[in-house]
């Protein structure tokens, strides 16, 4: 389910630390660096993601292939037990 091929770059942009005390410093630099390549692609490669919410895994896929996935979410599990990735919710919660 890769959507994203005619964007013009792929980055993943990743920061090391030790201890929260650097966290919130490392995670404001990776993020200011990767919205300064975005360049108003507002595309997301699932598989690069971290904790960064549902909106942006909803980036990661074109309209036609979320519908599509959550299409297949209904029909192998409806009640969405496997969540705990970048999930993608069942047709009937996704909407």
Do not use: C
């Not at 389910?1 to 201890?19: E, L, P, T």
């Not at 292939?65 to 029909?75: F, G, Q, S």
């Amino acid at each position: 389910a890769f959507a994203h091929r005619q964007s013009r770059i792929m980055v993943n942009v990743a920061a090391f630390y030790d201890g929260e005390a650097d966290k919130t410093a490392r995670q404001a630099w990776v993020s200011e660096f990767a919205d300064a390549l975005r360049q108003n692609d507002s595309g997301a490669y699932v598989g690069f993601l971290g904790d960064e919410g549902p909106q942006r895994v909803r980036q990661a896929y074109p309209e036609a292939t979320w519908n599509r996935l959550a299409e297949i979410k209904e029909r192998f599990d409806p009640a969405n037990f496997f969540h705990l990735n970048q999930n993608i919710p069942p047709i009937s919660t996704s909407k």
